[in-house]
Structures are given as structure tokens and as C-alpha cells.
Nanobody
Framework: QVQLVESGGGLVQPGGSLRLSCAAS????????MGWYRQAPGKQRELVAR???????NYADSVKGRFTISRDNAKNTVYLQMNSLKTEDTAVYYC????????WGQGTQVTVSS
């Protein structure tokens, strides 16, 4: 059974930081690249960052230099460190494999507002 449990979201002021965590099933975590996605109100879900099983990373241009994705293979957990947050980063953030599977967790809300 697939498990994806996101946490760490919250309300933060512009310029602030948050660290998101995602606990995934061992079965998928050990095989697949993992990604962080986000969906803002009225917009389609988009890929924010991706990390392979070997640790190679890719980022959307909008977050490059501000966000860092990492993974702890011993804990089956993927992280997203978000710095210099902007109001346009406000969204529900999800983790999934990359390419994504059909199952999505509940996500974690990130709100950037003064």
C-alpha cells in the first residue's frame, strides 16, 4: 500500500523559511525518484523539485536558488527546505514519485503572507 504523508506547512511572512517533510512507503521510496509538487488556488499542480535515488536534483525555475530538496533513505523521507519565501509560493504542497503515481496524500498547506 502506498503511503505519502506530508507535514511541515504553515503560515510564514515573505522572506521566511519552512521545511517540509514527506514520509513515503519504503517500497516506492527505494525504487523511484521523488518529487515535491504544489497546487495554488485555481492553478494546475506543478512539479517544484525532484530528486533521484542517487541524489541528483532538479528545480523549477521559479524556486531555483531558494528551495532545496533532499532525501533520507534510512527514514524513507524526502524534505523540501524553502527559504526566501514569496507570496506566490502559497499553495498546497504534495510529495509523490516522479513521474507521479495516481495516489496523492493530503498535502500540506503553505501560506506566505504578511
Amino acid at each position: 500500500q502506498v503511503q505519502l504523508v506530508e507535514s511541515g506547512g504553515g503560515l510564514v511572512q515573505p522572506g521566511g523559511s519552512l521545511r517540509l517533510s514527506c514520509a513515503a512507503s519504503r517500497r516506492i521510496f527505494s525504487i523511484y525518484a521523488m518529487g515535491w509538487y504544489r497546487q495554488a488556488p485555481g492553478k494546475q499542480r506543478e512539479l517544484v523539485a525532484r530528486i533521484t535515488t542517487g541524489g541528483s536534483t532538479n528545480y523549477a525555475d521559479s524556486v531555483k536558488g531558494r528551495f532545496t530538496i533532499s532525501r533520507d533513505n534510512a527514514k524513507n523521507t524526502v524534505y523540501l527546505q524553502m527559504n526566501s519565501l514569496k507570496t506566490e509560493d502559497t499553495a498546497v504542497y504534495y510529495c509523490n514519485t516522479h513521474p507521479s503515481g495516481t495516489y496523492w496524500g493530503q498535502g500540506t498547506q503553505v501560506t506566505v503572507s504578511s
